[in-house]
């Protein structure tokens, strides 16, 4: 069985200009521009105590996006507000002046007109943004992973989105979004990596996404919990793990919690650039086929890459039975717990979490990050059963068993 890689942090550091756009000022105002939004409400934070108890932590707090929007994952969160600060910028507007009802209405689209925005990508982002741009009366071009199961692309073209699955890994449908994108009168790419030259979207993208961090960090006051020790957050591209570690980097400036990046292993290019230790993000190329088909992307996002170098403690690669692992506990808690419904891009965070605690084979990296019974501990699930066949699948059929 595959074994759980791991490295500490000792890349060398940069100024951190980054970090800056991603502060709690201003994933506050992101969060009054989605609280505009009729379909917004806050979404869990989920408290284990009785797992917490059972593993030997203080405490386990589950951020549930399975609630996001009605969307069953959190991306949309990025891609709303990446198309709204798009629009804001042509009309020379403020996005605080473009809240649900304007963007919405007919007389915004006679003034802005119509673009079309295209994306690459397995599911939720693409989701994400398809269901933005519908709602907001713009066009969407979505191209698809090999890999990708036809039930997410059946979600994308619900949301009028011209989507198809092509035979390129992720990181080659980004290039062809790209290119066509460029090729199109009034296209743009809303894609939530960044490379030389393209940079501001993902940038909103990231802050976007700040809305999530936002929310956990208010209802972990809410439970009486002033800071978490530990944070785990899933990476792909690092988008997403760069928007919470810098948050919480600047909400806790000077005493940060413990900031663990997962990545599959397949595609574990943060992992990589890591064991380089030359400060350059590398690439993971090739198909990465892996049940974790949200994190399976081999280039790390430039900006994101800049925040995590700085302030991240530990980069692990992940098995896919990691992943596996996390989506039964959550679906099948301790006694007295809430469920959580955990897709597979969603999970690895507790599954990890659970093998340190319960494998002594882990102790090393147990110890290393300081993970004991005075631990709290905070975690993202990300994603709902966005693939309900593949999930019933791992958690009905035992698909993925674990190491323990």
């Given at each position: 069985m595959e074994h759980i890689k791991w490295i500490k942090n000792s890349l060398p550091k940069t100024e951190d200009q980054?970090?800056?756009?991603?502060?709690?000022?201003?994933?506050k105002k992101v969060r009054a521009f989605h609280e505009s939004f009729p379909q917004y409400t806050k979404t869990p934070l989920v408290k284990l105590d009785e797992m917490a108890k059972h593993l030997g932590l203080a405490n386990i707090f589950v951020k549930d996006e399975s609630y996001r929007f009605d969307l069953n994952a959190f991306k949309v969160l990025g891609g709303s507000y990446a198309i709204a600060r798009y629009i804001a910028q042509k009309l020379g507007r403020d996005v605080s002046e473009l809240p649900y009802s304007v963007l919405t209405s007919d007389k915004l689209r006679e003034e802005f007109g119509q673009a079309t925005f295209f994306t690459a990508t397995d599911g939720n982002h693409g989701r994400g943004v398809a269901w933005a741009a519908n709602k907001l009366n713009q066009k969407c071009v979505i191209y698809m992973p090999i890999g990708t199961t036809q039930t997410r692309l059946n979600h994308i073209l619900n949301e009028n989105a011209k989507a198809t699955i092509e035979d390129l890994n992720y990181d080659d449908c980004v290039r062809k979004a790209a290119a066509e994108a460029d090729e199109t009168p009034n296209g743009v790419i809303i894609q939530d990596t960044a490379w030389e030259g393209y940079e501001e979207i993902p940038t909103w993208i990231m802050q976007g996404y700040g809305t999530m961090a936002y929310e956990a960090d208010e209802q972990l006051g809410e439970y009486g919990c002033d800071r978490p020790t530990h944070?785990?957050?899933q990476a792909g591209v690092g988008s997403l793990a760069g928007a919470v570690q810098g948050y919480f980097a600047n909400r806790y400036a000077g005493n940060e919690p413990t900031v663990v990046i997962v990545e599959a292993d397949v595609a574990a290019c943060l992992y990589k650039s890591a064991v380089a230790n030359d400060g350059d993000p590398h690439i993971v190329d090739g198909d990465m086929l892996t049940l974790m088909n949200g994190l399976a992307c081999g280039e790390p996002s430039t900006i994101s890459w800049d925040i995590l170098r700085n302030h991240v403690d530990t980069f692990v690669s992940c098995p896919d039975w990691v992943a596996a692992k996390g989506m039964r506990m959550l679906a099948a808690p301790c006694r007295c717990d809430r469920q959580v419904v955990s897709g597979e891009s969603g999970a690895v965070g507790m599954g990890l979490v659970a093998t340190?605690?319960?494998?002594?084979?882990?102790?090393?990296?147990?110890e290393a990050i300081g993970l004991d019974k005075n631990s709290r501990v905070l975690m993202f699930s990300t994603e709902g059963d966005t693939d309900p066949e593949n999930y019933r699948r791992i958690v009905w059929d035992g698909a993925h068993p674990s190491a323990r």
């Open positions: 980054n970090l800056k756009y991603l502060s709690p000022e201003e994933s944070i785990f957050i340190l605690m319960e494998n002594d084979d882990y102790r090393e990296l147990r």
